[in-house]
Antibody, heavy 120, light 107 residues
Framework: QVQLVESGGGVVQPGRSLRLSCAAS????????LHWVRQAPGKGLEWVAV????????YYADSVKGRFTISRDNSKNTLYLQMDSLSAEDTAVYHC?????????????WGQGTLVTVPS | DIQMTQSPSSLSASVGDTITISCRAS??????LVWYQRKPGKVPQLLIY???TLQSGVPSRFSGSGSGTYFTLTISSLQPEDVATYYC?????????FGQGTKVEIK
């Protein structure tokens, strides 16, 4: 079955950087777009970024554009999120999410998430 | 960005009841609408895509309808295992946006 396992979360000071990883298995990794979706404490779900199946296109939410970078390694079945210039507003659980197809923008599998905390 | 507004924010119903959750988009998204179910302590599960197509394995008591800007999720004969928060999400164009969620409880 599909598994998406995030890692790399933790407590990080404002202005610093963090890199999240997502190890995937149970599907043909290189056929699917992948996203990061976050949920801040007590808030709703917020889409963060997408990378197409072959890495050729990447798109970001305005709230993270210029600070976050999504990437993937299809040889390692791994998705990444490099987060720079972090602020308290970035505190959230970050979920690695599988696109139903290459870039449909809806999601058929979610990882459990990794918590990123940026103290104010 | 397209705004998605769900109502109600929460509801309580009895086992066997039929309930309906609505989701309104701030602009026409044709049928690019999905519904997720998020049970307590779990990650969201895809229920319905294309506004009305049931994901494989989802019980037939779940149904979705609508197009354009107004959509509904109906659960016929509510079961205890349906206790969850339900989210709509548009995928008409980037960025995909979510409703704020509707929490369903059993009376």
């Amino acid at each position: 079955q599909v598994q998406l396992v995030e890692s790399g979360g933790g407590v990080v000071q404002p202005g610093r950087s963090l890199r999240l990883s997502c190890a995937a298995s149970g599907f043909t990794f290189s056929n699917h777009g992948l996203h990061w979706v976050r949920q801040a404490p007590g808030k709703g779900l917020e889409w963060v970024a997408v990378i197409w199946y072959d890495g050729s296109s990447k798109y970001y939410a305005d709230s993270v554009k210029g600070r976050f970078t999504i990437s993937r390694d299809n040889s390692k079945n791994t998705l990444y999120l490099q987060m720079d210039s972090l602020s308290a507003e970035d505190t959230a659980v970050y979920h690695c999410v599988k696109d139903r197809y290459s870039s449909s923008y809806y999601f058929d599998n979610w990882g459990q998430g990794t918590l990123v905390t940026v103290p104010s | 960005d397209i705004q998605m507004t769900q109502s109600p924010s929460s509801l309580s119903a009895s086992v066997g009841d039929t309930i309906t959750i609505s989701c309104r988009a701030s602009e026409d998204i044709t049928k690019y609408l999905v519904w997720y179910q998020r049970k307590p302590g779990k990650v969201p599960q895809l229920l319905i895509y294309g506004a009305s197509t049931l994901q494989s394995g989802v019980p037939s008591r779940f149904s979705g309808s609508g197009s354009g800007t107004y959509f509904t999720l109906t659960i016929s004969s509510l079961q205890p295992e349906d206790v969850a928060t339900y989210y709509c999400q548009n995928y008409n164009r980037a960025p995909p946006t979510f409703g704020q969620g509707t929490k369903v409880e059993i009376k």
